[in-house]
């Protein structure tokens, strides 16, 4: 499972979280990539979302977006807000493909 995540201590008792992830899919004629993708403070699952691509015999696009998503935390206390995500069936999420700056990902939070 992927993830990437920040580690901080809050000032405020809400932290806005935006994260975007962006790339492409490789599925063939029968198969269909879906992606999984969950936020997690602290360990634990605050949200989850879902991407479905395919099936088609080419490669396709996803992005998947959470803007400003609040979240409880406690100031002053270091919190971990993180992002997985996995790939299930038989096709392929590509992601952060150190050759292409099309596929990428963002966290960002706001205190």
Known sequence: MNGLSITFSPQNSTVYVTYKVFGGSNTSNINVAEGYFRLLKDGVP????????????????FHVTLPSF??????????????????????????????????????????
């Open 70 to 111: 609040p979240v409880s935390v406690t100031p002053g206390t270091q919190t971990t807000i993180k992002v997985q995500w996995w790939r299930n069936n038989s096709g392929t999420i590509i992601n952060n493909a150190s050759s292409d700056t099309y596929h990428n990902r963002y966290l960002t939070i706001i205190d």
């Open 46 to 61: 605050v949200l989850n979302s879902y991407v479905k691509t395919g099936p088609l015999p080419l490669d396709i696009d």
